[in-house]
């Protein structure tokens, strides 16, 4: 039966070469731009979420009284970290991060670059496989430095950079003892250069700063035990900076790190709000091609009236008649699919440079492009062919034959409304 369906669906797809194309057209540009959205959506909700311990990693972030106003930030003490993972054994490890400009040379060539300094555990915590080196002992020595492989051939070029030294700010000597893959654009973290942030007191000239809890300029992260509550452990910590430092008046809580970009701290400036709008975007361009649909398939369904009624006239029921509709409107809606993914393809590198990202449309092995897509078009399929399929299966043959469909007031006002909602929009 279904085969036959398909069949009768490909007949009138032929029969209306102009109509389908018109229709085809539509529902391919609809789809392609709902593909996009869906490919940038897709990229933006996988931010930081391709750490193995993602679940587990959270940002130290503060609420600091200054007066009478209060200021909320991840900002935090260089000692609070280490605290933080001595005094509670609800957090197993922890690592401080701070980015600073510097110039590192070598005897031939001379860069400006920003590097990380973290501590040890940051290696273990976050998931940046390395290419070469042992990444639980690449940070043990405090003049130790990680490249990522970008950076190593800007200095190295093609000799191997394990063992090779660099000197950073002219003065401190540094030898290469790991090599990272370069990042992903889906991180937060971006970084060239890691050393360890047992450096800074040298760098910074300050040999106390490590134990310092009045300096805020330090982004500590945690790695929590499986399961473990992040509002209890929040609660634990809260006077935890004010019990070292009681002139700080701050208030320490944890945020889940692979959640900072789309909420950042639960307070309305992450990228949430933009997920949302471009997703709404990305149902009303849909509905409007859909609506498209359904006003050409009304338009034309005097033409299909008779057909209509010899089938019926022929004993077929109803819902025979709907499931040949949607047959067709599948059948339109898997074509405008293809069209959509070419027209994708071809659109991807021009959208790309707009909204600065690097998105592919791999089909092989990407499982969630495949599911969307095939949600794409179910939904189109069913949202376009049930008006046409609800209402021209109820059309009575004794009326079709004597020339009188219905309402044609009605239908009409329909139609406008239809038309008036798609210039709404």
């Given amino acids: ?30 789809m392609a731009c709902c593909l996009l959205i869906m490919l940038w959506i897709m990229d933006e909700v996988s931010v930081d979420r391709f750490h193995e311990n993602a679940d587990d990693l959270c940002a130290v972030a503060m609420h600091v009284q200054f007066g009478t106003s209060t200021s909320t930030g991840v900002g935090s003490p260089a000692a609070l970290g280490p605290a933080l993972v001595r005094e509670f054994p609800e957090i197993i490890r922890t690592t401080r991060s701070m980015t600073l400009p510097t110039v590192l040379s070598t005897e031939d060539k001379v860069f400006q670059e920003y590097y990380r300094a973290v501590d040890q555990d940051f290696l273990q915590m976050f998931s940046f496989p390395f290419v070469e080196g042992d990444q639980h002992t690449a940070l043990a020595d405090p003049h130790s430095i990680v490249l990522t492989e970008t950076t190593a051939e800007k200095f190295f070029g093609e000799e191997d950079p394990l063992g090779q030294t660099i000197l950073l ?43 310092k809890w009045s300096n805020f300029s330090t982004t500590t992260y945690v790695q929590l035990q499986p399961g473990a509550s992040l509002s209890e452990i929040s609660s634990k910590i809260a006077d935890r900076v004010n019990q070292s430092d009681k002139d700080a008046h701050a208030t320490v809580f944890l945020s889940s790190f692979s959640d900072l970009y789309l909420f950042w701290l639960g307070r309305g400036g992450g990228r949430i709000g933009l997920v949302i709008l471009f997703g709404v975007i990305a149902v009303f361009v849909l509905a409007i091609a859909c609506v498209n649909f359904m006003n050409i398939a009304t338009a034309r369904s005097a033409g299909r ?80 062919g049930s008006y046409p399929a609800l209402y021209m299966s109820a059309f009575r043959p004794a009326r079709i034959f004597a020339g009188i469909l219905g309402s044609g007031a009605r239908k009409s006002g329909f139609r406008r409304g239809l038309v008036i909602w798609q210039f709404v929009v």
């Fill in 305 to 384: 009236a008779r057909e209509v009624g010899l089938r019926k006239a022929a004993g077929a029921q109803r819902w025979d008649l709907m499931k040949q509709f949607y047959a067709e409107s599948y059948l339109l809606s898997f074509l405008a699919l293809l069209v959509a993914v070419a027209l994708t393809e071809l659109i991807l590198p021009i959208f790309n440079a707009l909204c600065d990202k690097q998105l592919s449309f791999e089909l092989v092995g990407r499982l969630d492009v495949c599911l969307g897509l095939l949600g794409v078009m179910i939904v189109t399929g069913f949202v376009a």
């Fill in 169 to 211: 700010d002219n003065r401190t000597s540094l030898k290469v003892t790991g090599i990272m893959r370069d990042l992903p654009r889906n991180s937060t973290i971006q970084f060239n250069v890691l050393v360890p942030y047992t450096i800074l007191p040298v760098v910074l000239g300050d040999p106390d700063y490590l134990e």
């Fill in 1 to 30: 039966m279904f085969r036959h369906y398909l069949k009768m669906a490909a007949r009138n797809v032929a029969k209306y070469k102009s109509l389908s194309f018109i229709n085809i057209g539509g529902l391919a540009i609809g």
